[in-house]
């Protein structure tokens, strides 16, 4: 462990876009959270609050009664973005999946550089973390509508954990790999 | 240098993805899909309907479907002097991979005019596309007030499991905005 700094050209290269490119994952991925979602736990909660249900058919009434209401076209050509429960089922089961791989080649960068046990373990459990956090706060809200905003906070609280552990680690990798690496194999 | 480089960590961090749910493609606008369907109308309405218990009772019995408010909408065009032209339903389907949009143009007889796909998840678009691109709506187009669709007439040469699939899930949402139609342009109506 913490050997990464003295390893191979190559071997840190990797590591480093990895990275790199992970962040650049991220700020489109936070692009598409600004677009159908929300940074702010009442945004999350209202994002993936559960459809309400009013039954167009009422068995008290005999007859069918309708009402028009003038429409403007154009005013039709607003995007619709309809979120139900097989569809947060459905991304749960990609999104997670992709969730613990970063997590996994976060922790394998977290074990080949230098820092002590203790906050290599605060990392390891940051990185894996976060995206249960992420998620238990998605479902939440969805399930507990009553606690939106509880599980919202959690949802944006997990999201933003995972991006400080990727922070922390980038930081320390860049560090670390091409800045004090000399310093460090001197030492 | 290493100030600099805490300040990108600082962006990169407060950008880190939360989980988000995957946005539908709209391969259609609402609006566009009204008044191409209808060219013959000055006027536009929504057509707010609540059907009866025996109305609601009789759509269940054909479709095996209780509509909502939150998934259909209804539109109406009608000429300058206020007769009908024609009526759009749109409607979502759900599905394995998340909801369809389906829109469904209606004559003043009640045949279709047109149908689309007007909205659909990304990751079922890539089994829903080789549908469209084949021509598979035109199916509906016509088709008599009797006539059930049916999914294996739609793009028949696209043979994909997950296409066949969307065919179905596609005509289904077809037969219930037919279904549907018919009783919100009766209703209200002596």
């Given at each position: 462990m913490g050997k990464l700094p003295q390893g191979a050209l190559e071997i840190r290269l990797t590591a480093t876009l990895f990275l790199l490119l992970l962040g650049l994952a991220d700020l489109f991925g936070a692009w598409q959270v600004g677009n159908?979602?929300?940074?702010?736990p009442r945004g999350v909660a209202a994002a993936v609050a559960p459809q309400e249900r009013h039954e167009?058919?009422?068995?008290?009434?005999?007859t069918s009664t309708a009402a028009e209401t003038p429409v403007e076209?154009?005013?039709?050509?607003q995007p619709t973005h309809r979120i139900e429960r097989e569809l947060l089922v459905q991304d749960t089961h990609v999104h997670v999946p992709v969730y613990a791989m970063t997590a996994a080649f976060l922790a394998v960068i977290v074990l080949g550089l230098r820092m002590a046990s203790a906050v290599r373990v605060l990392l390891i459990l940051l990185a894996f973390a976060a995206p249960f956090a992420d998620f238990a706060g998605l479902w939440g809200a969805h399930l507990y509508p009553g606690a939106g905003i509880l599980f919202g906070g959690l949802a944006v609280a997990g999201g933003f954990a995972m991006g400080l552990c990727y922070a922390i680690v980038l930081v320390m990798a860049l560090v670390q790999l091409w800045l004090t690496r000399k310093e460090i194999a001197h030492a | 240098m290493r100030r600099t480089l805490l300040a990108v960590a600082a962006v990169l961090c407060a950008a880190s993805a939360l989980g988000h749910v995957t946005p539908n493609v709209e391969l259609l606008r609402r609006g566009d899909f009204v008044k191409q369907s209808l060219p013959g109308a000055a006027h536009f309405f929504e057509r707010q309907v609540m059907l009866s218990g025996p109305d609601g009772a009789a759509i269940l019995s054909a479709t095996g479907w209780t509509p909502t408010e939150e998934e259909v909408k209804v539109y109406v065009g009608r000429d300058?002097?206020?007769?009908?032209?024609g009526s759009v339903v749109f409607l979502w389907m759900p599905s394995e991979h998340g909801p369809v949009g389906i829109g469904v143009a209606f004559d003043r007889q009640g045949m279709i005019l047109r149908a689309a796909v007007t909205d659909v998840g990304t990751e079922p678009l890539a089994w829903v596309r080789p549908l469209l691109s084949s021509g598979?709506?035109?199916?509906?187009?016509?088709?008599?007030?009797d006539a059930s669709p049916d999914?294996?007439?739609?793009?028949?040469?696209?043979?994909?499991a997950m296409s066949r699939y969307y065919a179905k899930v596609i005509v289904e949402g077809v037969k219930r905005a037919r279904a549907l139609e018919r009783l919100v342009m009766r209703a209200g109506n002596p």
């Open positions: 159908f979602a929300s940074f702010r167009m058919a009422m068995a008290c009434c005999s076209p154009a005013s039709l050509n | 300058e002097k206020g007769g009908l032209v598979g709506m035109d199916v509906f187009t016509g088709l008599p007030v999914p294996f007439r739609m793009a028949p040469s696209v043979r994909g």
